[in-house]
């Protein structure tokens, strides 16, 4: 117990872990669980981009798709490493679920993970078309860049490391998204498209932030694993989307 007790402050304090042998039972539950989410929402983003690469319009944008595809899967594979180094089987992980599968487009599932998987809701839905599919990247690659601020510092530091690997790759998907959503965004038809896609994600993508007033977030952020709250996160997202389609008329 006293071993415990000091590791508990040391992590308050903002120490690190560097090794599974020095990690304490519910540091790792939840560690494990942060890994899971990020895993599992990769796996399931590097599908749905995969089945959008058809629905490009053009070589440049299939390059883009293919390369967040594949960039996605690799990412989720760093992660499963950690996660592997707590004894997870990784083949057997990547495995267990159909990442591909979706919900009926209008299903509001709001922040409740479904599916048996611990993907984050917004990758449940389904793209429909080349402007959504743009949409959506763009909207969830601003909060994916929001949510690295946190990543990059948890208390885990090999876990850390990885992320700070990942974080310049995830930034350069949604300056791909963006690349994207100017090219859509100079016809009329394009931003009509878009206006409805933004419409759909929009709610989606903010639901990703989790619970205002989080009672697991004082826990979290003891343990090293959260320091800003959903509500700050949040509302960087939305600053973000404002500066991003307010200049397109799309805000």
Same mark, same amino acid.
């Given at each position: 117990? !006293?071993?415990?007790?000091?590791?508990?402050?040391?992590?308050?304090?903002?120490?690190?872990?560097?090794?599974?042998?020095?990690?304490?039972? @519910?540091?790792?539950?939840?560690?494990?669980?942060?890994?899971?989410?990020? %895993?599992?929402?990769?796996?399931?983003?590097?599908?749905?981009?995969?089945?959008?690469?058809?629905?490009?319009?053009?070589?440049?944008? &299939?390059?883009?798709?293919?390369?967040?595809?594949?960039?996605?899967?690799?990412?989720?594979? #760093? %992660?499963?490493?950690? =996660?592997?180094?707590?004894?997870?089987?990784?083949?057997?992980?990547?495995?267990?679920?159909? /990442?591909?599968?979706? %919900?009926? &487009?209008?299903?509001?599932?709001?922040?409740?993970? !479904?599916?048996?998987?611990?993907?984050?809701?917004?990758?449940?839905?389904?793209?429909?078309? /080349?402007?959504?599919?743009?949409?959506?990247? *763009?909207?969830?690659?601003?909060?994916?860049? *929001?949510?690295? !601020?946190?990543?990059? &510092?948890?208390?885990?530091?090999?876990?850390?490391? %990885?992320?700070?690997?990942?974080?310049?790759?995830?930034? @350069?998907?949604?300056?791909?998204?963006? $690349?994207?959503?100017? @090219?859509?965004?100079? !016809?009329?038809?394009?931003?009509?498209?878009?206006?409805?896609?933004?419409?759909? /994600?929009?709610? #989606?993508?903010?639901?990703?932030?989790?619970?205002?007033?989080?009672?697991?977030?004082?826990?979290?952020?003891? =343990?090293?694993?959260?320091?800003?709250?959903?509500?700050?996160?949040?509302?960087? /997202?939305?600053?973000?989307?404002? $500066?991003?389609?307010?200049?397109?008329?799309?805000?």
């Amino acid at each position: 117990m !006293t071993d415990t007790m000091n590791i508990d402050d040391y992590l308050a304090q903002g120490g690190v872990l560097t090794s599974p042998g020095n990690v304490p039972a @519910r540091y790792r539950g939840e560690l494990l669980r942060l890994m899971a989410s990020f %895993v599992d929402s990769e796996l399931a983003a590097s599908a749905g981009f995969a089945a959008a690469i058809n629905l490009a319009p053009g070589i440049k944008e &299939r390059i883009a798709a293919s390369r967040i595809t594949l960039e996605k899967a690799d990412h989720a594979e #760093r %992660v499963l490493g950690v =996660m592997a180094d707590f004894g997870t089987d990784a083949a057997r992980y990547q495995r267990q679920h159909d /990442w591909a599968a979706r %919900v009926a &487009r209008d299903a509001d599932l709001g922040t409740t993970r !479904t599916g048996g998987d611990m993907r984050l809701s917004v990758f449940h839905y389904p793209i429909t078309g /080349w402007a959504d599919a743009v949409a959506m990247n *763009v909207l969830m690659g601003l909060a994916t860049g *929001v949510q690295m !601020t946190e990543l990059t &510092r948890v208390s885990y530091a090999p876990l850390a490391e %990885v992320f700070r690997e990942i974080a310049p790759r995830e930034a @350069r998907h949604a300056e791909l998204g963006i $690349e994207g959503l100017d @090219r859509l965004a100079a !016809t009329a038809e394009g931003r009509d498209q878009l206006r409805a896609s933004l419409a759909y /994600w929009q709610p #989606r993508v903010a639901a990703t932030f989790g619970l205002a007033a989080s009672p697991r977030h004082a826990l979290l952020a003891r =343990m090293g694993l959260r320091h800003q709250t959903n509500e700050a996160l949040l509302a960087r /997202w939305q600053t973000l989307v404002a $500066e991003t389609l307010g200049p397109l008329g799309l805000a």
